[in-house]
C-alpha cells in the first residue's frame, strides 16, 4: 500500500524558514520521481518543485533561489527546505509519488507576524 507523510510544517515568521519532510513506504521510492505541491485557500492546488530519481530538481518560478528540495532513498523520503518565507507561501504542503499518482495527507505551513 503506497502511504505518504509529510511532517514539519507549522508557523513562522516572515523571513524565517521551515523544513518539509515526506516519509513513504509502500512502493520502489528509489525508482519513483516525486514532487512537492502546494494549496492554498481558496485557490488551486500548484505544483512546488519536481525532484527526479536521480536528484535533478526543477521549481516553480516562486521557489526559485529560495526552496529546495531532496531525496534520501535509503530513507525513502523526500525533503524541501523553505527560507525566507513570506505571506504568501501559507498553504497546505503535499508531496507527490508521479508512478502511483498518490498524495500525502498534507502538512500546514502557515507564515504570520
Known amino acids: 500500500q503506497v502511504q505518504l507523510v509529510e511532517s514539519g510544517g507549522g508557523l513562522v515568521q516572515p523571513g524565517g524558514s521551515l523544513s518539509l519532510s515526506c516519509a513513504t513506504s509502500?512502493?520502489?521510492?528509489?525508482?519513483?520521481?516525486m514532487s512537492w505541491y502546494r494549496q492554498a485557500p481558496g485557490k488551486q492546488r500548484e505544483l512546488v518543485a519536481d525532484?527526479?530519481?536521480?536528484?535533478?530538481?526543477n521549481y516553480a518560478d516562486f521557489a526559485k533561489g529560495r526552496f529546495t528540495a531532496s531525496r534520501d532513498n535509503a530513507k525513502k523520503s523526500v525533503y524541501l527546505q523553505m527560507n525566507n518565507l513570506k505571506s504568501e507561501d501559507t498553504a497546505v504542503y503535499y508531496c507527490?509519488?508521479?508512478?502511483?499518482?498518490?498524495w500525502g495527507q498534507g502538512t500546514q505551513v502557515t507564515v504570520s507576524e
Open positions: 507527490y509519488v508521479v508512478t502511483f499518482g498518490r
Open positions: 525532484i527526479s530519481t536521480s536528484g535533478s530538481t
Open positions: 509502500g512502493f520502489i521510492f528509489s525508482f519513483s520521481a
